[in-house]
């Protein structure tokens, strides 16, 4: 038993100090800049209303699972802040739709 105990405790050195070497060229990631990569935080809406919060759900969807530009553009407007979201009402929405058969 001393003998495996002193193969492990020579193995485990020797992954101690692998630890501090580089990887090997074949297994190394992507180079990260000085400073990190940066993630985007996507926007969700905080309003307690129920209703857009499942219109922002149902769009979400949409806008993921079709190839829709129209489904992106409403997603993004129902999470847009209440400060830069641009005044739409649904008369001039329904004038822009009426040609467009099918949507």
């Excluded at 919060?53 to 699972?65: V, W």
């Excluded at 829709?68 to 553009?73: A, D, E, L």
């Excluded at 830069?84 to 822009?96: C, D, F, N, V």
Aim: charged share 35%; net charge positive; glycine share 4%.
């Amino acid at each position: 038993w001393l003998k495996r105990f002193l193969a492990q405790l020579v193995l485990a050195r020797h992954l101690r100090h692998r630890a501090d070497l580089p990887p090997s060229p074949g297994s190394m990631g992507i180079d990260i800049e000085a400073g990190g990569r940066v993630k985007k935080k996507v926007r969700v809406t905080k309003s307690e209303n129920p209703y857009i919060r499942l219109l922002c759900k149902l769009y979400k969807f949409l806008a993921r699972r079709t190839d829709s530009k129209f489904n992106k553009v409403i997603l993004k407007r129902l999470n847009m802040t209440r400060k830069s979201k641009a005044p739409l009402s649904l008369q001039k929405l329904a004038k822009l739709m009426e040609n467009k058969d099918g949507k």
